[in-house]
């Protein structure tokens, strides 16, 4: 029927529907319609001008949606760092890969029944004599009255540890002599008298121990300044804090030849540790914005070096490296682009990375991504197989020996890791080339907005965890050829753990002397710590040699260094100062009244 829409079941699926108007012959689709070429280019312009805004909503869309979905892994891996466990137990890695409950261990600590070690000895702590007697009524029989007999061998005796410290004044008297009036010596003085005792500042009152205490206590223990006035305030004891800032300044010219001698000695060696981190130092200087300086650790064999600098810049690790004494140095660091460019400039040094950064960075996309969870915690378990295989080569390491006459036992080992460590290239290898030649391109938009972003993301991450791995394969396998050279950077990073811990308390330095004489104190303290020397009686001996100098620094500091000392010295300085105990109160006298 003309004018109307044929809507017969019977027809065709395949067929188009369609529509007459009243009075048509043929379907619209098939009339001719006349424009204008110019209304028929606006066309064309508005359908492009709209085709074109719609694939890119799409575009944007899409990307929008990726961003989202990264942020996600953000935040997750974020709150896993912020709230779960700071440390990743062999128990964990088993309950995250699904294989039912994990394994039980014994407790941590002491297990009963098994033998204790005692209780601790202290032969060099100084034993005070006291004595705690019956009071005189006790002495004697309750009944009859006669007196019990003394028996010294039958004295029980009962030992207390006591930790004193009070502040007081040292009175010092020095009895005064006259000529004897038969004298008639022109060079005889007329009062004669003992020479007053050394002070480490002029015309200070404090004493070698004071300051002795106030360094230790912020550069050991990391207690800042005002809280440790305050205990002395509670002592009775008030001291300003412009009297401690000025007292420190004076004594930081006593430290440099020491740290002169500690830079000296850590250029004569061939292994080092580095790290970094930040330090606040609360000065404007022209070109620095903000306050964030750095302090730079570098840890030999002998020495702990800590130098202060605004920059993290490849010149300051090149500034400290510039005395090396050795043809061929090796530095275990991070992966940080300063030591990089430092490697590149200076042709003896070479780089061994951390393998503890490697299995952290595996870890975090493992956490981010459910789907690479299995693959972090395989990775996981390789490396810890490379540090197994690795502390059992050691065992069997001969260091006077060169790497092809070791024992047969080391050799096996020594094959093992290496086998290891080629398949774990390999793999690595193979992975980042199969996603390289992959397809990079999508034939149209709806294709792009189609796929599973998630499984992308994951696989980029993936991507690049491995491409970093081979990127810095040369300095992670620098180990193997050097069984002297750790496996990672821990002893770096422990070294910078105690300043960080004194940052976080006291936020940094106020200036600039003061973040220098941080830097020193901290090189010095640590450096004593490698040799087993106690730091409280080095301390002790070389203020009271500097004050015993005319409050300057010894005029030869080689008794003071460690690597200079003979066995009997360097034990000496490693047991604690004798106690100097302050004079005992005087006994108050009673006076009787003779009315």
């Known amino acids: 029927m003309e004018g109307a829409t044929n809507t017969s079941p019977d027809l065709e699926p395949h067929k188009a529907l369609v529509c007459l108007d009243e009075g048509q012959l043929s379907p619209f689709s098939q009339e001719w319609v006349t424009i204008t070429k110019q209304e028929r280019i606006e066309l064309n312009y508005r359908a492009n001008y709209w085709e074109a805004q719609h694939i890119r909503v ?3 869309l899409e990307k929008a949606r990726q961003e989202i979905i990264l942020r996600d892994a953000k935040i997750k891996d974020l709150q896993n760092r912020l709230f779960g466990k700071k440390s990743e137990k062999g128990t964990t890695a088993k309950s995250e890969k699904g294989n039912g409950t994990p394994k039980t261990r014994r407790n941590r600590g002491q297990q009963p029944g098994s033998r204790g070690h005692g209780r601790t000895k202290r032969p060099d702590l100084p034993v005070v004599h006291d004595e705690r007697d019956l009071p005189e009524d006790e002495k004697r029989c309750p009944k009859c009255g006669l007196s019990h007999v003394r028996n010294p061998a039958l004295d029980e005796h009962s030992d207390v540890i006591e930790v004193e410290v009070s502040a007081h004044v040292r009175r010092i008297r020095r009895p ?19 020479p007053p005792p050394p002070r480490l500042i002029p015309r200070s009152e404090y004493d070698v121990s004071f300051w002795v205490e106030v360094i230790l206590s912020k550069y050991r223990y990391g207690q800042p300044s005002n809280r440790y006035l305050q205990d002395l305030k509670d002592q009775e004891l008030p001291v300003s804090p412009g009297t401690l800032a000025g007292g420190l300044q004076r004594l930081a010219p006593l430290f440099e030849p020491v740290l002169e001698a500690l830079y000296c000695k850590q250029m004569t060696e061939q292994l080092f540790h580095n790290d970094e981190t930040r330090w606040e130092v609360f000065v404007e200087i022209e070109g620095k914005v903000g306050t964030r300086w750095y302090l730079w650790v570098t840890r030999s064999q002998s020495v702990v070096f800590y ?70 915690l395989q990775w996981k378990e390789r490396i810890g197989a490379l540090y197994h295989l690795n502390g059992l080569r050691l065992e069997h390491w001969n260091p006077e020996r060169p790497l092809t006459e070791q024992s047969d036992a080391f050799n096996q080992y ?14 690595a290898t ?5 996603e390289i030649t992959g397809p990079q391109t ?17 696989k980029s991450a993936q991507t690049k965890q491995l491409q970093s791995l081979l990127v810095h394969w040369p300095g992670l396998i620098l180990f193997v050829e050097h069984p002297e050279v750790p496996m990672d950077n821990n002893r770096g990073e422990n070294s910078i753990r105690h300043p960080v811990t004194g940052r976080k308390n006291y936020y940094g330095s106020g200036s600039i002397w003061s973040a220098q004489l941080a830097a020193t104190l901290f090189s010095i303290f640590q450096t004593l710590g490698l040799w087993g020397i106690n730091p409280r009686r080095w301390l002790t001996c070389y203020l009271n040699a500097c004050a015993e100098n005319g409050s300057e620094a010894p005029r030869t500091i080689d008794p003071f260094l460690p690597w200079s000392m003979d066995e009997e010295h360097r034990a000496q300085f490693a047991r604690p ?17 003779s009315s």
């Not at 020594?414 to 793999?427: I, Y």
Request: charged share 25%; proline share 8%.
């Open 176 to 194: 005064a002599y006259t000529r004897n009036p038969g004298c008639t010596c022109n060079d005889t003085p007329a009062i004669i008298t003992a």
């Open 577 to 593: 100062p004798t106690p100097h105990a302050p004079p005992a109160p005087a006994k108050p006298v009673t006076i009787h009244d």
């Open 414 to 427: 020594h094959d093992a890791l290496k086998e290891a460590l080629q398949l774990m290239k390999d793999e």
């Open 442 to 458: 999508r034939d149209s938009v709806d294709r792009e907005v189609q796929r599973d972003a998630p499984v992308e993301l994951s």
């Open 307 to 376: 130098c202060i600098d605004p920059s993290r810049s490849a010149a300051v690790p090149g500034a400290h490296f510039a005395g090396l004494q050795n043809d061929k140095v090796i530095i275990v660091c991070d992966r940080y682009s300063a030591y990089k460019k430092l490697a590149r400039l200076a042709v003896n040094i070479l780089l061994a990375f951390c393998w503890a950064h490697v299995r952290r960075d595996f870890l975090d996309p493992g956490r981010a991504f459910s789907e690479l969870k299995e693959w972090a």
């Open 430 to 434: 193979r992975v980042v080339a199969r």
């Open 58 to 60: 799409k575009s944007q």
